[in-house]
């Protein structure tokens, strides 16, 4: 990954970015801008964002319940000019820091069964797959899910 580019927490001032970028990166089920509204401003979420001089690169959006030492990584997406380049698992590796922070033992995450690119990347960085999930996704395409034991660590 080029040293310029850097992960932080996403702001209100990144909104119109994170939303061109989640138009481009999913065909389905996006996040809408209420819904990053609501998740930029609550306790139990975490948007990340990377980004160089040009802008918005790429994003992880995680979750977080309050009985629960289980995170949720719900989206992650980098910019299509960005991808092939490490940043996918700069930001995973940065989600997984953000759960181990907040006390999670483990990141849990779907992914549709078609998208080869994003379950290498996974699987990559040592998350197992346990268990499906049919018709998951607003198209009806089918998900695995994967987990990651992430210790206890900061
Ligand atoms: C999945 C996604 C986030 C990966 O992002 P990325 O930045 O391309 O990820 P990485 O660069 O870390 O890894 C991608 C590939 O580049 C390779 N790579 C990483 N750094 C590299 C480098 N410096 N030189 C050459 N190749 C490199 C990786 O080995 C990997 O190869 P592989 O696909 O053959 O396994 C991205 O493709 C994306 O946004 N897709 C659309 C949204 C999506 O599907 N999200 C997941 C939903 S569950």
Redesign the pocket.
């Known amino acids: 990954m080029t040293a310029a580019i850097r992960i932080r927490r996403a702001t209100l001032a990144d909104l119109d970015a994170l939303l061109a970028l989640e138009r481009r990166?999913?065909t389905t089920d996006h996040l809408s801008r209420r819904q990053y509204h609501k998740h930029l401003h609550s306790p139990t979420a975490a948007v990340l964002a990377a980004v160089d001089a040009s802008g918005l690169l790429?994003k992880a959006v995680i979750f977080f319940r309050g009985n629960s030492s289980i995170a949720r990584l719900y989206?992650?997406?980098?910019a299509d000019a960005?991808?092939?380049?490490?940043?996918?698992?700069?930001?995973l590796k940065a989600a997984e820091h953000a759960a181990r922070k907040r006390g999670c033992v483990s990141l849990r995450?779907?992914?549709?069964q078609d998208?080869a690119?994003?379950i290498?990347?996974y699987e990559?960085l040592g998350f197992r797959r346990f268990a499906a999930r049919a018709g998951y996704y607003e198209d009806g395409a089918d998900a695995w899910r994967y987990e990651k034991t992430i210790g206890d660590s900061a």
């Open positions: 990166a999913f790429g989206s992650i997406a980098v960005a991808r092939g380049r490490g940043l996918g698992e700069t930001l995450l779907e992914v549709r998208n690119g994003a290498r990347l990559r």
